[in-house]
């Protein structure tokens, strides 16, 4: 009934045109959900690359957001343990100094659907300041506090935009690559290791 349920679900958001209007290459929403999934991976917006193959971190920054989790693209790509959801499921289009925000229509009105769908869930990673100020409800704390306190939210992982225009805050912070990424890669071992409850 889960997967009937899901499916249902997604077929809603393929028709979603909640924010279409906004939309300057109109709704093409890009998410990956499965009852089974361990793992949800809540990011930001898809870019323009990611619009054109409807296929989530497929750019520099899900090259990098791989290395990170140190996983294959077959690994990163199987729905059975990882679900992709998006602050906003469409691409926003460009602003000055890169792609838009994520429009705010989308989060409210998908993600606790499509999360209540998915029961296996054990560790939400959290990339950005817009998923982690929804899902941590603490605006008053910068991406780099966040992300430095990776320890304290409980079920989530908070992480950086792995954007390439992110390699300055990168070379700044030599204790995220020291001390976050190996406490990262022990969650997501023992998440895929432990099997569904």
């Given at each position: 009934?889960g997967k009937l349920k899901l499916n249902n679900?997604?077929?809603?958001?393929?028709?979603?045109?909640?924010?279409?209007?906004?939309?300057?290459?109109?709704?093409?929403?890009?998410?990956?959900?499965?009852?089974?999934?361990?793992?949800?991976?809540?990011?930001?917006?898809?870019?323009?690359?990611?619009?054109?193959?409807?296929?989530?971190?497929?750019?520099?920054?899900?090259?990098?957001?791989?290395?990170?989790?140190?996983?294959?693209?077959?690994?990163?790509?199987?729905?059975?343990?990882?679900?992709?959801?998006?602050?906003?499921?469409?691409?926003?289009?460009?602003?000055?100094?890169?792609?838009?925000?994520?429009?705010k229509e989308c989060a409210p009105q998908w993600?606790?659907?499509?999360?209540?769908?998915?029961?296996?869930?054990?560790?939400?990673?959290?990339?950005?300041?817009?998923?982690?100020?929804?899902y941590l409800r603490d605006r008053s704390v910068?991406?780099?506090?966040?992300?430095?306190?990776?320890?304290?939210?409980?079920?989530?992982?908070?992480?950086?935009?792995?954007?390439?225009?992110?390699?300055?805050?990168?070379?700044?912070?030599?204790?995220?690559?020291?001390?976050?990424?190996?406490?990262?890669?022990?969650?997501?071992?023992?998440?895929?290791?432990?099997?569904?409850?």
């Amino acid at each position: 009934m889960g997967k009937l349920k899901l499916n249902n679900l997604l077929e809603e958001v393929a028709r979603c045109q909640l924010c279409s209007s906004e939309l300057p290459l109109g709704p093409r929403p890009v998410v990956v959900a499965n009852p089974r999934a361990r793992i949800l991976i809540v990011g930001q917006a898809p870019g323009l690359k990611v619009h054109r193959s409807g296929i989530p971190w497929n750019d520099a920054s899900g090259e990098r957001l791989r290395d990170w989790l140190q996983m294959s693209p077959e690994q990163f790509y199987d729905d059975n343990t990882i679900a992709i959801m998006p602050m906003a499921f469409c691409y926003p289009g460009r602003g000055r100094s890169g792609d838009n925000p994520p429009r705010k229509e989308c989060a409210p009105q998908w993600h606790s659907v499509i999360r209540a769908a998915m029961p296996n869930i054990k560790l939400t990673i959290l990339i950005g300041q817009y998923a982690q100020r929804y899902y941590l409800r603490d605006r008053s704390v910068t991406v780099t506090q966040c992300v430095r306190e990776f320890d304290r939210h409980s079920g989530f992982f908070p992480l950086p935009h792995p954007s390439p225009r992110n390699n300055l805050w990168l070379a700044r912070n030599p204790w995220f690559e020291r001390e976050a990424l190996p406490a990262l890669r022990r969650e997501v071992s023992r998440c895929l290791n432990s099997g569904n409850d």
